[in-house]
Antibody, heavy 117, light 112 residues
Framework: EVQLVESGGGLVQPGGSLRLSCAASGFTFSSYEMNWVRQAPGKGLEWVSYISSSGSTIYYADSVKGRFTISRDNAKNSLYLQMNSLRAEDTAVYYC??????????WGQGTMVTVSS | QSVLTQPPSVSGAPGQRVTISCTGSSSNIGAGYDVHWYQQLPGTAPKLLIYGNSNRPSGVPDRFSGSKSGTSASLAITGLQAEDEADYYCQSYDSSLSGLYVFGTGTKVTVL
């Protein structure tokens, strides 16, 4: 079964850091580009970051540029999102999503990140 | 940060047809980039509903159809069913400097 499972969410203080992970299974992870997408409580979807299959090409949304870092380990079938200098407005459910030619065909169940003092 | 505009809500009785519009600009839909649609049932992750403007993944009922014209796209649901009550989002690629992918503002479909 093709599956993505996120982990690493939790409660963190403003200015703090958190590292999210996404474990992939059921497909050849190293062949696919990947993304992080987030959804603030009661709000819509927001694309956060993209990484190519090799990890050589990376893009970020302006709202997280300079604070978040996307990476992947193809040997471990895993995608990561290092989040630094977190703000209240980063509070959201974070989804990892497989990129299938500019759309997202597989989504994880999401992990909740709450930034609050 | 959404740059694709959708109506906040649409509603219809069971069996009726409803449509959801998605309006973009010259840097995304108007530039010729494909539009994709996702369904998000309450408390769950989004699910791909339509890709490449009008294609349905395996398992998606043919009651769902998509189209695109100019700087806009539409999702139609015919024969509305209770289980179709959900949030729907359009998505496209954007060639501006502010981001790579953009989502619509989202539409809540209510089955009366």
């Amino acid at each position: 079964e093709v599956q993505l499972v996120e982990s690493g969410g939790g409660l963190v203080q403003p200015g703090g850091s958190l590292r999210l992970s996404c474990a992939a299974s059921g497909f050849t992870f190293s062949s696919y580009e990947m993304n992080w997408v987030r959804q603030a409580p009661g709000k819509g979807l927001e694309w956060v970051s993209y990484i190519s299959s090799s990890g050589s090409t990376i893009y970020y949304a302006d709202s997280v540029k300079g604070r978040f870092t996307i990476s992947r380990d193809n040997a471990k079938n895993s995608l990561y999102l290092q989040m630094n200098s977190l703000r209240a407005e980063d509070t959201a459910v974070y989804y990892c999503a497989r990129d299938m030619i500019r759309y997202f065909d597989i989504w994880g169940q999401g992990t909740m990140v709450t930034v609050s003092s | 940060q959404s740059v694709l505009t959708q109506p906040p809500s649409v509603s219809g009785a069971p069996g009726q047809r409803v449509t959801i519009s998605c309006t973009g600009s010259s840097s995304n839909i108007g530039a010729g980039y494909d539009v994709h649609w996702y369904q998000q049932l309450p408390g769950t992750a989004p699910k791909l509903l339509i890709y490449g403007n009008s294609n349905r993944p395996s398992g998606v009922p043919d009651r769902f159809s998509g189209s695109k014209s100019g700087t806009s796209a539409s999702l139609a649901i015919t024969g509305l069913q209770a289980e179709d009550e959900a949030d729907y989002y359009c998505q496209s690629y954007d060639s501006s400097l502010s981001g790579l992918y953009v989502f619509g503002t989202g539409t809540k479909v209510t089955v009366l």
